[in-house]
């Protein structure tokens, strides 16, 4: 049996736990419990349950259970305050949190999140084989959200910035979402970055989702992506809704201080990537959420955490701040929707200006909103989705 979670992958076969398909060591004992939890994830496993299966009933003190729980945790970059993965239920044990998969790689999904709207994460693999993780959820028709910077298919189902919204899209649509490569569940060892593979992963998807013409939903670099992806294959494509996009990302920019202010967050994140208190996250949550509360906040912090590494962080904003589809914008032929805010700090609204212009015959929406991702405290909320759901699903509508 495989038991596959984030980046890790655990082979009972051979008694090996892969970090990004890395070994990483773990002691023998630890590897049995782990193995336990991950086998009994559906529920909380007992300290006595842990001492029959792990210790052969041997005595154990609870200073040498609670060691060992701390070295599985540390085996798989979890801790006891974060508790990410292994989780303690106090005066009960101990059980395994987080999505899971065990079987065929051409099957391999499994259910999250509340039983009333719940997401289905599935594994497919992009066209060098790297490992994508995509979400599906809601029904209707089918819309799939491209990949972008900085998202985990787990957290964002629960999280205070993206559940509102991802509840909205799933109650009008079949929405399907993925991870980026480098990011999330999907494999952070990626090899090549660039707008030719992000564009791969987003045909893996549709494709292994069994999609044959979809809606694209692209925000912030997801909009060149989907703009690359309708280049490719126009068949596919029934409407594009780009958001918050841009046709040549900021390193490649004829404006210096938006060059600047790039390579700027780029040394930030290097030092300050997932660190509470640094200078990157209180410049991170004002560039992003300007007006975000303090629980919206810290879930971009917490979203840190669990996406990817500093490495890669920088590796894919690095990417980002390239890409460049300013050739290709004029070639789009689908009926296209651009919306952006008014004030958005990360791509100034004259991208979004741009891109709707040189698109034959796009519609333009200007968001009254200073935040990248727009929140559902804001009076461009509902404008947001009811210009979204209007552009798609009218001509899905009996008259």
Not at 82 to 103: C, K, L, M, S, Y
Not at 351 to 364: H, V
Request: proline fraction near 5%; include cysteine; aromatic fraction near 8%.
């Amino acid at each position: 049996m495989r038991y596959r979670f984030g980046q890790f992958e655990l082979v009972q076969e051979t008694r090996e736990l892969l970090a990004s398909g890395q070994p990483r060591p773990i002691e023998p004992q630890v590897f049995d419990l782990l193995c336990q939890l991950l086998q009994a994830r559906d529920r909380v496993v007992s300290r006595d349950e842990l001492i029959a299966s792990v210790w052969n009933r041997r005595i154990v003190s609870d200073a040498a259970i609670s060691a060992r729980i701390s070295a599985a945790r540390a085996s798989i970059d979890d801790d006891g305050r974060a508790q990410n993965w292994i989780r303690t239920i106090p005066r009960r044990g101990f059980r395994f949190v987080g999505p899971v998969e065990t079987d065929d790689e051409s099957a391999r999904t499994v259910a999250t999140g509340n039983p009333a709207r719940r997401q289905r994460i599935a594994f497919c693999r992009s066209r060098d084989g790297t490992r994508i993780a995509y979400a599906a959820s809601g029904d209707g028709y089918p819309l799939v959200k491209v990949g972008h910077w900085l998202t985990h298919l787990e957290h964002d189902w629960n999280s205070p910035i993206w559940r509102p919204m991802l509840e909205r899209l799933s109650g009008s649509f079949h929405l399907v979402r993925y991870d980026q490569r480098g990011n999330g569940l999907s494999d952070w060892h990626a090899g090549e970055l660039s707008l030719d593979r992000f564009v791969d992963d987003l045909e893996a998807v549709i494709d292994h989702a069994g999609l044959a013409r979809v809606a694209i939903y692209g925000t912030s670099q997801g909009a060149p992506t989907a703009v690359a992806f309708a280049h490719r294959h126009p068949g596919r494509v029934s409407h594009l809704v780009l958001h918050g996009g841009f046709e040549k990302g900021r390193l490649i920019r004829a404006d210096e201080s938006e060059r600047a202010q790039a390579e700027a967050i780029l040394t930030l994140m290097r030092h300050g990537w997932g660190k509470p208190g640094s200078a990157f996250i209180d410049a991170f949550a004002t560039l992003f959420i300007p007006d975000g509360d303090r629980e919206q906040t810290q879930s971009l912090v917490d979203l840190q955490k669990q996406t990817t590494s500093p490495e890669n962080a920088v590796a894919l904003r690095a990417t980002v701040d390239r890409l460049d589809v300013s050739d290709l914008v004029e070639t789009v032929d689908v009926p296209t929707l651009v919306l952006h805010s008014r004030h958005d700090a990360v791509q100034p609204i004259d991208q979004g200006r741009q891109l709707a212009s040189r698109i034959p015959g796009a519609e333009f929406v200007m968001l009254d909103s200073r935040n990248h991702m727009v929140l559902p405290q804001e009076k461009a909320w509902p404008v947001l989705f009811e210009r979204l759901e209007d552009f798609i699903l009218k001509a899905q509508r009996p008259v």
